[in-house]
């Protein structure tokens, strides 16, 4: 509920004085006017950037406990080193908790990823004290409405929400190429001088410092941990990585790599469990005993059929199609075919096949119709499109009226900057990587700055029906960092029920403020 502070208006009794203030508040539009208009006048390369914030005060139950709060909608202008020219305006909404000591206090930072993605999902679905209004399947169901988010970390942590450019209302300047900021090198140098900068501006150097991202944004996050590490001296308590990608070798599924066939297995089972398509007696036990049963043949069996390639013996190969066909649901035949690789669009529209259906990449116990049943691979994402109108429109609505931020731009929920994002990756530390040499991977920064900074702890959150990051793929890429035996107790993962944007199941949105908030109140310490 928001609370609005009434400002006491000065009352003149004197007309000299009332038309003194009329003629001066007159005379100061004219001028305003005016200054407007030579800017407008002025060529793109000379025009300013302006910085503003709307401040507004609310209240929450979270916990039962009613928590009065502060969020600030703002802008914040970047400018080229050594030098007085803007160069981006970054967007963020920032929520702060009343009437505490700021700098006792842990503050965390938030971006969602794609490249190009604002921060709507993570905000308006988990960790912001405002959500979008789901049903028990995770559905949004028109008129989309905002409900308060009782399971917001609000309580435990502050929350800065970041816009990443040309996403939300962020943008280059006038005059500068917006290509700048695309690419993982890039996107980390200015979110570093945006942290550096807000960290000042509102004396939160002594606070407990965690960045939070979730898809892209995990990338984005262990890049970013070492660029506040060795450039800014800001040492993070703690990492939180939603649906994880950080190497690319993990979830491209380019000839000669067989990584991803192994890793996705597992998820292809949870998806035909849910969707009834395994055999009966694996029906009917749990889903973690099953999935447990298929990673032991992942990391035993099919791991080593797949690198025997050709030389595989013909009565193993077909054992191998057997048991492939026993836990993903599909037919032997296919399979087979298949040469035992199962592509992930192929797998999300052979699976349903048979009822002219197709499941989600996002989310794959969500359902889709195709024009073309016969076609290759789905035609589009039903999960994307299960959320992402509901999603768009409560968040313009909150942030215009509820945030009572001004603007006539538009708000870019996802900007298309994937195939103009710079994939090198060359830090010293990491894996000098270009678009022809291999994978981005960025694993071996987060190792290098958890060895750094041994007090850096990290929360890796998966779903076991997010085809997009798989949970195996994570767990693959966590278990092969080469920490020392003394840091990896550092590392907390946990597997959910759900999607790519798992908070999205109830059940799993309260068990996950649950994990997030022990987390964050651990690694404060």
């Known amino acids: 509920m928001k609370r609005t502070n009434w400002l006491s208006i000065p009352f003149f009794c004197a007309a000299v004085t009332l038309s003194l203030t009329a003629y001066a508040a007159t005379s100061d539009s004219t001028e305003a006017s005016k200054t407007e208009a030579a800017e407008e006048a002025k060529p793109d390369s000379d025009k300013k950037l302006k910085e503003k914030k709307s401040v507004t005060a609310h209240t929450i139950k979270i916990g039962g406990k009613e928590i009065q709060y502060t969020a600030t909608a703002g802008n914040l202008i970047l400018k080229k080193d050594a030098e007085d020219k803007d160069i981006a305006s970054v967007f963020y909404v920032a929520y702060t908790k009343d009437k505490e000591n700021p700098s006792q206090r842990p503050i965390t930072f938030v971006t969602n990823g794609g490249p190009g993605s604002s921060a709507v999902w993570l905000h308006m679905g988990v960790f912001g004290p405002r959500r979008v209004e789901l049903d028990d399947n995770g559905y ?35 005059g500068e190429d ?44 262990a890049a970013l941990a070492q660029q506040l590490h060795d450039h800014e001296h800001i040492y993070l308590n703690g990492i939180v990585l939603i649906s994880t990608v950080l190497n690319f070798q993990t979830h491209n599924f380019a000839s000669g790599n067989d990584l991803p066939y192994l890793l996705y297995l597992p998820s292809y089972t949870a998806a035909a469990y849910h969707h009834g398509r395994l055999p009966k007696d ?13 990673e032991n043949f992942v990391d035993t069996t099919y791991n080593v059929g797949l690198m025997r ?85 409560t968040w313009n609505h909150y942030v215009l009226t509820e945030l009572e931020w001004d603007s006539e731009r538009k708000y870019e929920i996802i900007a298309s900057v994937y195939y103009d994002w710079n994939w090198s990756w060359n830090k010293e530390s990491g894996i000098s990587i270009g678009k022809k040499q291999g994978y981005v ?50 590392v907390t993962m946990v597997d959910y029920e759900g999607g790519h944007m798992m908070y999205n199941h109830k059940p799993t949105l309260k068990k996950m403020k649950e994990d997030l908030a022990t987390f964050i109140q651990n690694a404060s310490k």
């Open 309 to 393: 390639g050709d030389a595989l013996p013909d009565n193993e190969r077909a054992e191998l199609v057997r048991q492939l066909s026993r836990y993903t649901g599909l037919d032997e035949t296919y399979v087979e075919r298949a040469n035992a690789r199962l592509h992930l669009f192929r797998f999300v529209k052979e699976l349903l096949r048979d009822q002219k259906r197709t499941i989600g990449r996002f989310d794959s116990r969500i359902k889709g119709i195709d024009s073309d049943a016969a076609g290759e691979m789905f035609e589009y994402d039903p999960a994307a499109d299960a959320i992402f109108g509901a999603f768009a429109a």
């Open 178 to 221: 917006v290509k700048q900021f695309y690419g993982v090198e890039e996107d980390v140098k200015y979110l570093a001088e945006f942290i550096r900068q807000f960290l000042s501006r509102h004396k939160r150097w002594e606070s407990p410092k965690f960045f939070a991202g979730e898809s892209y944004g995990t990338t984005r996050a």
């Open 140 to 174: 949004a169901h028109p008129p989309y409405s905002l409900v308060d988010n009782t399971q917001s970390i609000l309580d435990v942590t502050d929350l800065v929400f970041i816009d990443p450019i040309p996403s939300g209302y962020s943008q280059a300047a006038p």
């Open 282 to 294: 694996l029906q009917q036990r749990p889903l973690k005993e099953v999935l447990a049963e298929v």
């Open 441 to 490: 991977n960025v694993a071996d920064s987060l190792r290098s700055v958890m060895t750094r900074n041994p007090k850096l702890k990290v929360f890796v959150a998966n779903g076991y029906h997010d085809l997009a990051t798989p949970y195996y793929a994570a767990k693959y890429t966590i278990d092969h960092l080469g920490l020392d035996p003394s840091l990896r107790g550092n």
